[in-house]
């Protein structure tokens, strides 16, 4: 995101913080260097709704013709509010009950990226009791290392996530004669914020070598997703190009014919973003300068969860303060209330921060502990500021308690 201080400290004057602001250009431009990628080759980009899933964010990329990863009924309805394609949505994630299930049916989803054994009765059950074909894909898990946060690593056996690579065949032979699903795909997702190429490479030969096994057993995929995942640069992050992974996808594949799916999430929306917050006041406890802000952890909570490094900045260009190292901390009371800790700044009460490379997994991750209502959000759009949510008032905290009184 090109960062306009000025514009950004208007902004932030005239919504009031903490508050997060997007540009529109920005996250189009990240959707289009992976659409790009793909030149002519059968695609579909499934942006993961988890990193951000605004109403008007959605919009934006529908209308770019993009597709959904969801994970929850939640997310499918706000993709169905912005008016997106429900046939370009695959709905992933390892707990889906049987109404969401048949929910999602009814809406005609895509695909179903199916996670269990367990799932696939229960998705033949339901498709069966409504009378309609299932579309399906198994998630499978190759037990590769994505080299990242712990949490946030997901193709690895002692996750939670997906089929092993040793179930996965007997499972498609017993899909192939289920009445009510139709057997469309394979799907992978090795974790977040990646930046090596090489445990792609691994799942996709191992995804390759099971295509390859089904179909010698009359079982032909129509597609496969090859996840997210992607990384951003934070600090110092080396990035992997996405026009260089989808070219090794394309590559690998050779002339198997498989539509590529991709659920990127982070590296559409996280360079897109800042939260921006204003110093309350500052404060030193026997040498150690803090600056209490106007944001905390219930704003953006990957530096407390994670302990992710996010740049700071200041805004306000002439702050004439000396430059002191200081450790940026929230209101909530919580030593793990923090956004940065030792940033070297020239910084003063009333200042604009602004954290940068939170578009992904900032909002919605966001919380109301502390009783503190939700950031407000903004997009930037063709040279304006459009507020795209409001900040949550204090009473509709507790809206859904009142009756009970
Ligand atoms: N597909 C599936 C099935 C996923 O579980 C995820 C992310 C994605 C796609 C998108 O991955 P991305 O392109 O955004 O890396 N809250 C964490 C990240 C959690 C990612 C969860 N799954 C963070 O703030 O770092």
């Known amino acids: 995101m090109k960062i306009d201080q000025v514009l950004l400290t208007e902004v932030a004057e005239k919504f009031s913080t903490p508050l997060y602001i997007y540009s529109a250009e920005k996250i189009l431009s990240n959707y289009h260097a992976y659409d790009k990628g793909f030149g002519d080759y059968p695609h579909l980009i499934c942006y993961a709704v988890k990193a951000n899933s605004n109403l008007s964010i959605l919009k934006l990329l529908a209308k770019a013709g993009s597709g959904f990863d969801i994970v929850s009924k939640g997310e499918l309805k706000r993709v169905l509010a912005t008016g997106g394609d429900p046939k370009k949505i695959v709905y992933s ?54 080299k990242t946060h712990p949490y946030i690593s997901t193709g690895l056996k002692e996750n939670k996530f997906g089929i092993s690579m040793d179930d996965a065949l007997p499972m498609y032979r017993e899909m192939a004669r289920m009445p009510a699903l139709d057997i469309h795909g394979i799907d992978f997702h090795i974790g977040s914020q990646l930046t090596e190429m090489s445990p792609y490479a691994e799942a996709l030969d191992l995804t390759l070598a099971l295509i390859d096994e089904l179909s010698e057993l009359g079982i032909h995929l129509k597609h496969l997703d090859m996840g997210g995942g992607l990384g951003i640069r934070y600090e110092d992050e080396t990035l992997i190009d996405p026009a260089k992974w989808i070219a090794q996808a394309i590559e690998k594949i050779g002339d198997r014919d498989l539509k590529i799916f991709i659920e990127p999430g982070r590296s559409i929306v996280g360079d897109a973003g800042v939260l921006v917050t204003q110093v309350i006041l500052t404060k030193e406890n026997e040498g150690k300068n803090f600056a209490i802000v106007d944001a905390a952890m219930n704003d953006l909570i990957r530096p407390a969860l994670y302990g992710a490094w996010m740049n700071i900045i200041n805004l306000d260009e002439d702050s004439e303060s000396e430059v002191k190292n200081y450790d940026i901390v929230g209101p909530i009371c919580e030593t793990g209330d923090f956004l940065g800790k030792d940033r070297e700044l020239a ?59």
Do not use: Q, W
């Open 93 to 146: 994630g390892v707990g889906k009950k049987e109404s969401d299930l048949e929910f999602a049916l009814k809406a005609g989803i895509g695909c179903f990226n199916i996670e269990s054994v367990a799932e696939v009765y229960m998705l033949n059950r339901v498709a069966t009791k409504l009378g309609v074909k299932a579309p399906v894909s198994l998630r499978i898990n190759p037990n590769v290392d994505a």
């Open 347 to 405: 910084l003063t009460s009333g200042d604009y921060l602004a954290i940068t490379h939170a578009g992904a997994y900032g909002f919605t991750m966001s919380s109301n502990y502390n009783s503190r209502g939700r950031a407000a959000e903004v997009l930037l759009e063709d040279g304006t500021a459009r507020l795209i949510r409001a900040r949550e008032t204090e009473e509709s905290l507790y809206a859904e308690e009142t009756a009970y009184l």
